[in-house]
């Protein structure tokens, strides 16, 4: 069965930083494209970053060179570096690849 499970979300203060990880397991290949999205409350989740299998990545503007999305495929493993994170940073994290998706991991930015 095709599962992911994100870690290393937390609490911290506004100007630090976290690096999250997406945990792939159960599909027969690692040719997905590997997906972050967060869900602030009361708000839609919000499309983040993507990469390839080979590497190519995608950001949506807003992160404006802040977050850094990457892979190892031998570890079947994305992970998203978050710089610099401020109060609006605040949401649950996902990662999703094909129709799957992670149960989500909190951020919160707080002093």
């Known amino acids: 069965q095709e599962q992911l499970v994100e870690s290393g979300g937390g609490l911290v203060q506004p100007g630090g930083s976290l690096t999250l990880s997406c945990l792939a397991s159960?599909?027969?290949?690692?040719?997905?494209?590997m997906r972050w999205y967060r869900q602030a409350p009361g708000k839609l989740r919000q499309f983040i970053a993507s990469?390839?299998?080979?590497?190519?990545?995608l950001y949506l503007d807003f992160i404006q060179g802040r977050f850094t999305i990457s892979r190892d495929n031998a570890k079947n493993t994305a992970y998203l570096q978050m710089n610099t994170l401020a109060e609006e940073d605040t949401a649950i994290y996902y990662c999703?690849?094909?129709?799957?998706w992670g149960r989500g991991t909190q951020v919160t930015v707080s002093s």
């Open positions: 990469i390839t299998s080979d590497g190519k990545t």
């Open positions: 159960g599909f027969v290949d690692n040719t997905y494209v």
């Open positions: 999703n690849a094909r129709r799957v």
